[in-house]
């Protein structure tokens, strides 16, 4: 079983039914079409995207909730897809998710202490005196000192520590793999870096892995071995994430690279002026032929409307879904090699 | 007329609450030149958002200003609502984080845009629409003749926030203030916002105040930052200064929270504990002393004043990091 990825999302396929009046039906969201993707144990793989790129859907279908459309996801080579009841929850116990909103995904009459330990309850393990010995445990580990935290309620703490709490809940049943989304983009920028400072931490101290799910690609390299970037649904690009920034293949993903305000002033009269993408994001209801990206691309040819690009491996792994590349595949230098500093896009 | 367009001077705000008084800004001074970008950066809670609405006149009834805002000549605080709607529109204006929320959802986007330029000027109503398709044009709606007569739901996000910049724009006002006009919006909107914005700045010869919490915004987009904390300012100098001979450790430790693109993967960010102090009992001393890396005795019983220890360079502390080019 060495081989197995901890997470296999094979070909995953979500969809939403938009209905207008009288129920009647007006058209499908086409929320996450077709992606694949791995999950390697130990790792953490980054998920970057806009708004309306699937990634809370995409999190949401691999969590069984709700079920996606079509396509499979192993997790310890099991395909949850195919279970249900009990079988399900048992599998899903060793797999966690963070959300983006900590005040709404915390019960407001709840304590800490019976917020944390809510998990162990549903899913029977343990006395109350055992239950509350682990969650006083997993308090302690993501940094709340459980005796002066554990009979607050959520509103007597701050935007941080509430992430904390969930952090903790989400810890309490051992998982092997925590479903970061937008975990931390609700949070003022101090907050935010001691809360991925203990995403760290406890990675290396659990082994755990993470499946990071956010919109800002400065954030989601610096805590990524591997990133995918999405758009409408469907995966422009995988690959390491020291490479893709590098070397960002895909026309999308350098757009996005171009857009991110950096903190160092240099330069900054030239990084105002970059070539844009232009216009915006298509419905939904009704994605462009083709490739997806297509409508937005400076280098769009007639064939992007034709033939959708598949995703190719162009370097080690790495892969990119684009019938033309930023970088010619054969130009890829050999493993090793030092990578070239990031050419500029085109301008449109 | 020479001099700022706008001089704050020992700005202060508190709100009564039953039993206590919180204090959200505490002697800001600040000034705007003409044609420049200010950036305010801080956290929630800094005070900034209250600063820039105590100058709008915008804060509820129960927020008792003192201090001074002298826009072109003319005192701004201590004005009646009569008063202040005379400069408001004409000679500031003001674009905030959720256009959704600011816009009237019953109303089609360009009457609302009319209807803003008929508040100000003394134009019939062919000639007003005129004005408005003009104004959504340069805020680059496309084909803004056929889109006059959209809803605001039929926009997306980006394309409600120029609806607001035209509105905004609609009597041509020496200042704009952009309260993290653009937080809410996915990264590549951002950036083609923030590129209108400078535009329509050069075009129209236009000062801003930029209100944000992202130090890559300010240092991208910004002539002068300004870094608040617990109501007061910090740190402030030329953007470049700023961020290359940083001295306030809160703005240091700021900086060091930003996510970088050259960072390697899994590196840990250098962090401060603690929290933002209670705006109800602010600390005797420097308000940051309970979080700060270099802290000394001094800075628990005195405060320091923001004073101008380099040309140009101010900031308030007594224990600044030691200018090291970063």
Known sequence: MAAEPLLAVHDLVHEFVVRGHGGVKDGVVHAVSGVSLEVRDGETLGVVGESGSGKSTLVRSILQAPRPLSGEVRFRGVDLTRLRGSRLRASRRHMQAVYQD??????????????????????????????????????????????????????????????????????????????????????????????????????????????????????????????????????????????????????????????????????????????????????????????????????????????QPQLRAVGPDHQVACHFPLVEANAYPPAGAVPAARTPAPSA | MTGPLLDVTDLHVTFALKDRTVHA??????????????????????????????????????????????????????????????????????????????????????RQVTEAV???????????????????????VPSPRARY????????????????????????????????????????????????LMDLQDELDMSMIMISHDMGLAATYADRVMVMYAGRVVEHAATERLYRHVRMPYTRALLDAVPRLEREPHSLFATIGGRPPDLTALPPGCTFAPRCPRVQDRCRAERPELTEHETGHHWACFSPWPDERR
Request: charged content about 20%; overall charge positive.
């Open chain 1, 102 to 307: 900590p005040f709404g995904s915390l019960d407001p009459r709840w304590t800490v202490f019976s917020i944390v330990e809510e998990p162990l309850g549903a899913h029977r393990i343990g006395s109350r005196r055992r239950r509350r010995e682990r969650s006083a445990e997993v308090l302690d580990l993501v940094g709340l000192d459980p005796g002066l935290f554990g009979q607050r309620k959520p509103r007597q703490l701050s935007g941080g520590q509430c992430q904390r709490v969930a952090i903790a809940r989400s810890l309490v049943l051992s998982p092997s793999l925590v479903l970061c989304d937008e975990a931390v983009s609700s949070l003022d920028v101090l907050s935010q870096a001691q809360v991925l400072n203990l995403f760290e931490k406890l990675r290396a101290d659990l082994a755990l892995s993470y499946l990071f799910v956010a919109h800002d690609l400065a954030l989601v390299k610096q805590v990524s071995d591997r990133v995918a970037v999405m758009y409408m649904g469907r995966l422009c690009e995988v690959g390491p994430s020291q490479a893709l920034y590098a070397r960002p293949l895909h026309p999308y993903t350098a757009a996005l690279l171009d857009s991110i305000p950096s903190p160092d002033p240099a330069g900054r009269h030239t990084r105002r002026r970059r070539a844009r993408v232009r216009g915006e994001v298509p419905s939904p209801l009704d994605p462009p032929s083709g490739c997806r990206f297509r409508t937005r691309c400076p280098r769009a040819e007639p064939v992007c409307a034709t033939d």
């Open chain 2, 25 to 110: 800004v505490n002697g800001v001074s600040l000034s705007v030149r003409r044609g420049e970008t200010l950036a305010v950066i801080g956290e929630s809670g800094s005070g900034k958002t209250v600063t820039s609405r105590a100058v709008m006149g915008l804060l509820s009834p129960a927020a008792r200003v003192a201090g001074s805002a002298v826009l072109l000549g003319t005192e701004l605080i201590g004005l009646t609502e009569a008063q202040l709607r005379e400069h408001r529109g004409r000679d500031i204006a003001m674009i905030f984080q959720d256009p959704a929320g600011s816009l009237n959802p019953t109303m089609k986007i360009g």
């Open chain 2, 118 to 140: 008929r508040m100000h000027l003394p134009l019939d109503q062919a000639a007003a629409r005129a004005r408005a398709l003009e104004l959504l044009d340069l805020v680059q």
């Open chain 2, 149 to 196: 007569d959209d809803y605001p739901h039929q926009f997306s996000g980006g394309m409600r926030q120029r609806v607001m910049i035209a509105i905004a724009l609609a009597c041509g006002p020496q200042l704009l203030i952009a309260d993290e006009a653009t937080t809410a919006l996915d990264v590549t909107t951002q950036a083609q916002i923030m590129d209108l």
